[in-house]
């Protein structure tokens, strides 16, 4: 079984300034995704940013970038010129890659709140 | 595109009684999928479908909560009796049956179980 863990269960950040996330996994498979999610208060569940394991280069995404150490087994999430509109519960998860059972697993989530 | 509908938004019921929600997923997509998530947890999978097919109920407590999709479009997850412990929030996603792609989820709903 796969566990996703976020030491962080809260952080602020200036507008503007960069912050960073972080996330450890478990896992026995050498293939799978991990994925950063956004949940704003209107608790819809946002897609920010994917990362395939086998892939070296860590995933961008405009101002949202990853550092993804496969060895470690962490996958952290920087956020660069923060807005306000970045305020949310951030969730790192893990899918199993292959098969047709696309289940996430996530970890229990940091509050970022950005303040102006 | 729609986006995955889900109804209600709030449900307030009392211990023992019985609640159903309701989901369209957005067109085209094969899989859906429903999430529980506990106030301050991360979401967690209760029952992924294929089409009109369970793929993985492993995590759903049968002997309360059943669902299923008829039709393989909408989906309907009910709790029968409802426990205190299961107020949180019900997330619907879906996704197309196209190897991988990115999980399409709904607003959810709020169960709130006095």
């Known amino acids: 079984a796969q566990t996703v863990t976020q030491s962080q269960p809260e952080m602020s950040v200036q507008e503007a300034e960069t912050v960073t996330l972080s996330c450890t996994y478990d896992t026995s498979e050498n293939n799978y995704y991990l994925f950063w999610y956004k949940q704003p208060p209107s608790r819809q569940m946002i897609l920010v940013i994917r990362q395939e394991a086998y892939k070296q280069q860590n995933a961008t995404e405009n101002r949202f970038s990853v550092n993804f150490q496969k060895a470690a087994k962490s996958f952290s999430l920087k956020i660069s010129d923060s807005q306000l509109g970045d305020t949310a519960m951030y969730f790192c998860?893990?899918?199993?890659?292959?098969?047709?059972?696309?289940?996430?697993?996530f970890g229990k989530g940091t509050l970022l709140t950005v303040n102006p | 595109e729609a986006g995955v509908a889900q109804s209600p938004r709030y449900k307030i019921i009392e211990k023992r009684q019985s609640v159903a929600f309701w989901c369209n997923p957005i067109?085209?997509?094969?899989?859906l999928y429903w999430y529980q998530q506990i106030l301050g947890q991360g979401p967690k999978l209760l029952i992924q479908?294929?089409?009109?097919?369970?793929?993985?109920d492993s995590q759903l407590p049968k002997d309360r909560f059943s669902a299923e999709r008829l039709k393989g479009v909408d989906s309907t997850l009910k709790i029968q009796p409802a426990k205190l412990e299961d107020s949180a929030v019900y997330l619907c996603?879906?996704?197309?049956?196209?190897?991988?792609?990115?999980?399409?989820f709904g607003n959810g709903t709020r169960l709130t179980v006095t």
């Open positions: 998860a893990f899918m199993k890659q292959g098969g047709s059972n696309y289940k996430l697993t």
């Open positions: 479908f294929q089409n009109n097919g369970v793929v993985d």
């Open positions: 996603a879906s996704s197309l049956d196209v190897g991988w792609s990115p999980l399409h």
């Open positions: 067109s085209g997509h094969a899989t």
